[in-house]
């Protein structure tokens, strides 16, 4: 099996992360146990620290350039500090350059609310996949 077969989709990361939140700040109820996500949590953290690097808000906000596409949204693994420090993917709104939510539909919080980023990996190829990565 290739590196790449085993790396976590960005909607199971999401999933994760907000199961991690949830149980972090006690407000688990209905979510399941943590450690059902452990191993999930662990490879992407894993995956994120040897490809990707934390980028200081401070220091720039995602540019045109940090696309892989021509898209106006550039979904981003990010430290929203806003209520304290959470980690979730949010979207970079480009044209209104401000954050919008996990699904990149509405506005979700201003620049300053993020204190670090990093762009989210391309997906990998996918079975019948004639443009070489999921969208």
């Not at 972090?24 to 690097?53: F, H, N, S």
Request: charged residues 25%; glycine residues 6%.
């Amino acid at each position: 099996m290739r590196a790449e077969d085993s790396v976590p989709t960005a909607k199971q990361v999401a999933e994760a992360l907000k199961v991690y939140n949830y149980w972090r700040r006690g407000d688990e109820g209905d979510m399941p146990c943590p450690v059902a996500v452990g191993a999930l949590i662990d490879q992407a953290v894993g995956l994120l620290k040897t490809r990707l690097q934390w980028i200081p808000s401070s220091e720039r906000l995602p540019l045109p350039s940090d696309r892989a596409d021509l898209s106006d949204h550039l979904p981003c693994l990010c430290v929203y500090t806003k209520y304290g420090p959470e980690i979730c993917i949010l979207h970079w709104n480009f044209p209104f350059s401000v954050w919008d939510d996990s699904e990149g539909d509405d506005f979700f919080c201003d620049p300053i609310d993020v204190s670090h980023w990093m762009p989210l990996p391309q997906l990998p190829s996918m079975p019948g996949d004639q443009q070489g990565g999921a969208k």
